[in-house]
């Protein structure tokens, strides 16, 4: 949580410096990844089920973040934005964290829920990233495919936040705190993924600037490729 919230605040600063006029999608864009269903799959192929902790550390505190501070962003520039206090908790407790927690509940309880219940609740869980795919795409179809790449200056800083400033820092954070080598591997490579999914949702919401979650979503989809393997090599000639 840290590290994100030095990423808002570096965002803010170089909207500042640099004069991006950024919107208040910008910085949302800039701090937040995304953590299950881009990061979870791509670290579970690298590391294994060793690594399925870490994940689940960096997947509460970015979650916890973004519906603490980057939702209120969102929201800034439209006609409801969201107030501190009721509506701010019942943002924080939202649908994918109370599942989360629930489902912790009952692992830690020990309760075995009857097998069609569970594989019911399986297939739900397993539509949730086809089903926002399907979300995105339709947005892409009325940007248009060929403005997707056309990257304004606000862009290019927000590709710079995804890719730069929040895996430097989680790597920084984590070889100051001396952690294990793997945690603070699979938690760079968690901090280099693309945007949240849910953030195109809530710029549609709150009339934000769609355009570029969307422009962002895709762009950083397609780099995440060539990104992922260069941290992956830098923490293993840093780390071990």
Not at 112 to 118: I, N
Not at 121 to 146: D, R
Not at 156 to 165: A, D, S
Request: net charge positive.
């Amino acid at each position: 949580m840290v590290v994100s919230c030095l990423s808002i605040g570096i965002a803010l600063l170089l909207n500042r410096v640099f004069k991006i006029h950024a919107s208040s999608a910008f910085y949302p864009l800039f701090a937040y990844s995304n953590s299950i269903a881009a990061g979870l799959p791509i670290c579970m192929a690298m590391f294994g089920e060793t690594s399925v902790p870490y994940i689940i550390i960096y997947y509460l505190n970015n979650t916890l973040a973004f519906w603490i501070i980057g939702a209120y962003f969102i929201s800034k520039d439209s006609d409801n934005p969201i107030k501190f206090g009721l509506p701010m908790l019942k943002n924080i407790f939202s649908h994918p964290l109370l599942g989360f927690f629930s489902g912790c509940i009952i692992k830690l309880s020990g309760f075995a829920l009857p097998a069609p219940v569970f594989g019911a609740i399986q297939e739900l869980g397993n539509l949730s990233t086809p089903l926002s795919c399907l979300y995105v795409g339709a947005f892409i179809g009325l940007v248009g495919f060929k403005r997707i790449f056309k990257i304004d200056k606000e862009g290019f800083f927000v590709l710079i936040g995804r890719f730069v400033v929040s895996p430097v820092l989680m790597l920084i954070f984590g070889m100051l705190l001396k952690l294990d080598p793997l945690a603070i591997t699979v938690l760079v490579i968690m901090a280099a993924m693309p945007i949240m999914n849910f953030i195109v949702i809530l710029t549609s919401k709150y009339k934000a600037n769609t355009e570029l979650a969307v422009q962002m979503l895709t762009s950083t989809s397609v780099l995440m490729m060539g990104v992922v393997p260069i941290y992956l090599l830098l923490c293993n000639a840093l780390l071990y």
